[in-house]
């Protein structure tokens, strides 16, 4: 399947890299680049990119305590499978590639502001994909349901009005 590894594998294919980016050209233009991974639910056509996903259960090593804010448990938004996406990336991009990083936020389902700006507020916390555990949500947290998350590069960089940068 164009832009994905081998059939099934969940891994990425670097010569499936769409490049609809058209910001600046020359020198500047090149400096600004960046990869980009838009995230969509999987499908059938389109295939989890390793365990990234939205919701579900945080994978977390051995001992990583479920992060909280003055007592409350945060909720796991989405894990990010940084591995899977290793083939598209280089240092400058990711200079920690854990693995697996999982994010954390404080908000309340009924409707109140749980929405803090607090830096305790929110907690990306990385893993090792072979030492990490499937620890369900403390039973103060909001838990999500999981939907795996398909992605594909694009190169991006600084908006340029009226241009749509994924127009598939």
Do not use: K
């Not at 099934?8 to 670097?14: L, V, W």
């Not at 977390?60 to 899977?84: I, K, Q, R, S």
């Not at 030492?131 to 369900?136: H, K, L, S, W």
Request: aromatic share 6%.
């Amino acid at each position: 399947m164009h832009g994905h590894g081998p059939p099934g594998s969940g891994r990425p294919d670097p010569a499936g890299v769409r490049r609809p980016f058209r910001g600046p050209a020359g020198p500047a233009g090149r400096r600004t680049r960046r990869p980009g991974f838009p995230l969509t639910p999987a499908r059938d056509t389109r295939p989890p990119i390793g365990a990234s996903r939205l919701g579900g259960p945080a994978l977390l090593e051995p001992g990583t305590p479920w992060p909280d804010h003055e007592g409350v448990p945060l909720n796991l938004l989405a894990v990010l499978d940084t591995d899977a996406l290793a083939p598209w990336l280089t240092a400058d991009d990711l200079p920690v590639r854990p693995g697996l990083l999982n994010f954390f936020h404080q908000y309340e389902a009924d409707g109140a502001q749980g929405h803090s700006i607090a830096p305790e507020a929110c907690r990306v916390i990385p893993a090792r994909p072979r030492r990490a555990e499937v620890v369900p949500a403390p039973a103060e947290a909001t838990a999500f349901a999981p939907v795996p998350l398909h992605t594909r590069p694009v190169v991006s960089g600084p908006q340029v009005l009226g241009y749509d940068c994924d127009p598939a």
